[in-house]
């Protein structure tokens, strides 16, 4: 966050591996233990 404070766009092209390794490992998760989703709130 400190390296992009003033370039917003580098900070969010930045982020995005880390975003995508959260997802995988939540998703390998969900599978590991049958986690689903409740029912949508809309």
Not at 2 to 29: M, N, T
């Amino acid at each position: 966050m400190e390296l992009f404070r003033h370039d917003r766009p580098r900070y969010v092209e930045g982020k995005g591996p880390i975003i995508w390794d959260i997802i995988q490992k939540a998703q390998a998760w969900s599978q590991e233990t049958g986690w689903k989703p409740g029912p949508s709130d809309k």
